[in-house]
């Protein structure tokens, strides 16, 4: 019985509405990363595991961010 009714649905959406959604985030996820102004954010970000609970602040020069 449960086979029967599992045969009669159209399962066929599922895919594609999994992968507009996957797509749909994973363009939010570069737009996001990619937009202008996102440098410093990203160098802090870097920097947080290289420090043990100080305040993170931005390094003085690019030469210190490695």
């Known amino acids: 019985m449960l086979q ?3 045969r009669d649905m159209d399962l066929s959406v599922y895919p594609v509405v999994a992968m507009v959604i ?3 985030v994973f363009l939010l996820v570069v737009l996001r990363v990619m937009r202008p102004g996102q ?3 990203m ?3 870097a920097n947080m ?3 043990d609970g ?3 602040e931005e390094p003085q020069n690019s030469a ?3």
Do not use: C, I, Q, T
Request: aromatic content about 4%.
């Open 4 to 6: 029967d009714v599992l």
């Open 22 to 24: 996957f797509l749909g």
């Open 39 to 41: 440098d410093r954010a």
């Open 43 to 45: 160098k802090r970000a």
């Open 49 to 51: 595991p290289l420090h």
């Open 54 to 56: 100080m305040d993170l």
């Open 64 to 66: 210190e961010v490695r």
